[in-house]
């Protein structure tokens, strides 16, 4: 009685976690994909794309880390759809490596996205804050030569990155905190 006590409790706990690492990680990519298409489509970076220095880069990073982050996405539903076969009969319930091996799976994913969205940053920050060292004092103006103030356009690049790194480090500490009670059981 106790085991089916503590499998209820495991699938409750899978479950709200699931939901909460979905929702959350869904709402970062939102937010990331949709910061990443307005910065594609803003017209002063499309312009002068010339002054957008190294952002390429870093753009291409946070694009692979939002793609893999489409993917934790699908794990996490697999989180919630894995709850239910443990709260479920026993003809239907996964093993422990099985549930392991689900939660390793999303811990991976969201590792995978947590290097792409640093190494992405890194990239951005060191972009613009090379941008920032060439710029010329006392900058009042718009269109002139030599003009290399960073634009609230690059910034939004690095809002994206932010996203999509704090969803994956949402996803990361949901699948470590399922992982230490896989093992408590």
């Known amino acids: 009685m106790a085991d089916r006590l503590d499998l209820q409790r495991m699938a409750a706990a899978f479950r709200s976690m ?4 979905f929702w959350s990680q869904l709402a970062m990519a939102v937010v990331c994909a949709g910061v990443l298409a307005f910065n594609s489509i803003g017209s002063d970076l499309i312009r002068n794309r010339d002054r957008a220095i190294g952002l390429g880069p870093g753009l291409s990073l946070t694009t692979l880390a939002l793609l ?3 993917y934790s996405i699908w ?4 989180l919630i759809r894995l709850s239910r076969a443990l709260a479920g009969g ?7 490596a099985e549930t392991t091996a689900q939660v390793k799976r999303h811990l ?3 590792l995978a996205g947590v290097t792409l969205a640093a190494i992405g940053y890194q990239a951005l920050a060191g972009s613009l804050t090379f941008q920032a060292s060439i710029q010329q004092p006392g900058f009042a103006g718009s269109g002139g030569l030599g003009n290399n103030a ?21 996803g990361l500490w949901i699948s470590l905190w399922l992982l230490q009670r896989i093992q408590r059981r």
Do not use: C, Y
């Open 90 to 96: 026993t003809t239907a319930r996964p093993s422990k």
């Open 75 to 78: 794990q996490d539903w697999g």
């Open 108 to 110: 991976l994913a969201s």
């Open 150 to 170: 960073i634009t609230s356009l690059e910034m939004f690049s690095v809002m994206a990155n932010t996203q999509a790194l704090t969803g994956h480090l949402i």
């Open 18 to 21: 699931g939901w909460v690492a």
């Open 68 to 70: 893999v982050m489409a």
